[in-house]
């Protein structure tokens, strides 16, 4: 079950290297999406022309989308390795807009059978982690399969946020007694730049504000806007790359 949800943003260093400055970069795109295949897994690499913000989310078990704001994907048509033991069935590339009408780059993994996954990123390119289906060989002679773990319950409140710096990255997570799942993502349109989530309604326990004053991040708070809407809201002191991991 995950009870957290959490928020990897680009340091100072990989800041001044992608060459971020106060408005918003120009757009990028995307370069190719490929598939990597190991004895124990299968990757899908999403690779931009520059380091991109993304999100991931799981729709439903059998989906994972990618989102990558402010890329374009063009003609980009994926290249996925036939792989008749692998856990992912079909990867399909498209432009869409968000929400909040900004142009996205969709990537949209379909899977064969719920499998757990990983996400992780370096410089320009993103990497989807899938393990890799047991056989039914290794399972034994008709031996039943452990049932998947079942969703967890969805949380009522934020009790907590957390800091810590990885290389070239600050994450910050927050946690719920419960499985968080935003309903929204967004960059404030206006300055000064901050990266927002939206929660449905969920009780407060955190700190109001939690001080973090590691560039680019100055502070995180969470507050109740409405009887509908539970918000945090990461002070930026800059546009940065940001990373989001959820359910």
Do not use: W
């Not at 109001?208 to 930026?236: C, F, G, K, Y």
């Amino acid at each position: 079950m995950n009870r957290f949800l959490r928020c990897l943003v680009a340091l100072a260093m990989l800041t001044q290297t992608v060459g971020m400055a106060a408005g918003r970069p120009a757009r990028l795109r995307l370069v190719e999406v490929t598939t990597q295949t190991t004895p124990a897994s299968q990757s899908i690499l999403i690779t931009a022309t520059e380091p991109a913000s993304y999100t991931t989310h799981q729709p439903d078990p059998l989906t994972v989308l990618v989102t990558l704001r402010d890329v374009d994907a063009g003609d980009i048509v994926s290249r996925l390795t036939p792989d008749s033991n692998g856990p992912v069935g079909a990867v399909d590339v498209a432009d869409a807009v968000d929400d909040e009408g900004a142009a996205v780059a969709e990537v949209r993994i379909t899977l064969h059978k719920p499998v757990r996954y990983e996400v992780r990123s370096r410089r320009q390119t993103i990497q989807v982690r899938f393990a890799r289906l047991a056989s039914t060989d290794a399972a034994g002679d008709g031996a039943p399969r452990a049932p998947a773990a079942p969703a967890g319950r969805p949380a009522s409140a934020i009790v907590s946020v957390e800091t810590a710096i990885d290389p070239n990255v600050l994450g910050v997570t927050i946690r719920g007694d419960g499985a968080l799942r935003p309903t929204r993502i967004y960059e404030a349109e206006h300055l000064p730049p901050r990266l927002v989530l939206d929660f449905p309604g969920l009780a407060v326990e955190a700190p109001a504000m939690t001080a973090v004053q590691l560039d680019p991040v100055q502070r995180v708070r969470v507050a109740r806007n409405s009887p509908e809407i539970t918000r945090v809201v990461l002070d930026l002191v800059r546009p940065s790359v940001y990373e989001v991991d959820r359910d």
